[in-house]
């Protein structure tokens, strides 16, 4: 068995499955129905954990190169700008996640607001990581 490819994909599980919270959740939370506070709570919570584990696992694809070839990976150029806005991306999501569910004072049209914002960057970051993932 190869264990190197064995735990990049299970990395990769892990990325993917909160990239689709990210993305998925503040599309949920706006459409197909009205926006409804009580409905997006828990959703908040969904999207606030799947930007943890894309920052985790984001580091831990890092840390699997480091471990398995004594070096973080090589990359270069739009790589690099595609990995500094995906790691913009989930520091700006984790904070406004988390000031959105600790913020309870907000009016609807604020948190639409906070919600559209979460939905461009969660978009934003699964667009740089098409450049990071092929031009590297």
Not at 6 to 26: C, E, K, M, W
Not at 34 to 59: E, M, N, T
Not at 108 to 131: E, H, N, P, V, Y
Request: hydrophobic share 60%; charged share 10%; aromatic share 14%.
């Amino acid at each position: 068995m190869d264990w190197q490819s064995l735990g990049y994909a299970a990395i990769q599980v892990a990325h993917n499955f909160g990239a689709v919270s990210v993305v998925g959740g503040p599309l949920f939370a706006l459409w197909p129905t009205p926006f409804d506070r009580k409905r997006a709570r828990p959703i908040a919570w969904l999207v606030f954990a799947g930007w943890i584990v894309q920052i985790v696992s984001g580091a831990a694809f890092g840390a699997a190169s480091y471990v398995w070839f004594g070096h973080f990976p090589d990359i270069h150029g739009i790589a690099v700008a595609a990995l500094l806005v995906k790691i913009a991306c989930a520091v700006a999501g984790l904070v406004l996640t988390a000031y959105h569910l600790a913020n309870r004072r907000e009016g609807a049209g604020d948190a639409r607001r906070i919600w559209r914002s979460l939905l461009a960057l969660g978009a934003t970051a699964l667009i740089a990581a098409a450049f990071l993932r092929w031009l590297s």
